[in-house]
C-alpha cells in the first residue's frame, strides 16, 4: 500500500492533495513539449509561492493535469486565478510563434477549469470535463 505525503503547518498535520485540468481556449491544440515543460517550472514556482507542493504535471496538445497539494489555509480559487493568468501571459511571451498562430487575442485557458481533490477524481470525471470543453 503505497502511503501519501502529509504535510505539516504549525500544529496541524493535513494531506490536501487537488487535481487541476486546464485546457486550452476552444480545446486548440497548442501546447508543445517545449511549452508543457515550462509550464511544469512555471506551476513549480506559482504553487511554493502559495506555500505548497507541486506533486506532477502531466499533458496533452490541448490540456494540463496539475497534481498539487496545499495548506488548509490556501484561496483554492485565488490559486488557480494566479496560475492560469501567470502562466497564459509567460507562455504567450516566451513563445509568441506558436501560440499566435493559433490565437490571434490574448489569453491560453479557457475560462472554466476542472478542481478535484485527488482521492475524489475518477478518470471518468476528468474525461467528461473535456469532453465537455
Known sequence: ????????????IFALHYGLVLSTRERRRV????????????ARERVEAWAGRLIKVSGEPDHVRVLFA?????DLPGFVN?????T?????????REVSRVYSTPGLWSR???????????????ARYLEGQ
Open 1 to 12: 500500500m503505497v502511503r501519501q505525503a502529509r504535510d505539516t503547518l504549525h500544529h496541524c
Open 31 to 42: 501546447l508543445t513539449t517545449q511549452m508543457l515543460d515550462r509550464f511544469e517550472m512555471l
Open 70 to 74: 496545499m495548506p488548509p489555509h490556501a
Open 82 to 86: 494566479a496560475l492560469k493568468t501567470g
Open 88 to 96: 497564459s501571459r509567460r507562455l504567450r511571451s516566451e513563445f509568441a
Open 112 to 126: 472554466s477549469y476542472c478542481l478535484i481533490t485527488h482521492r475524489g477524481a475518477p478518470a471518468a470525471v476528468i
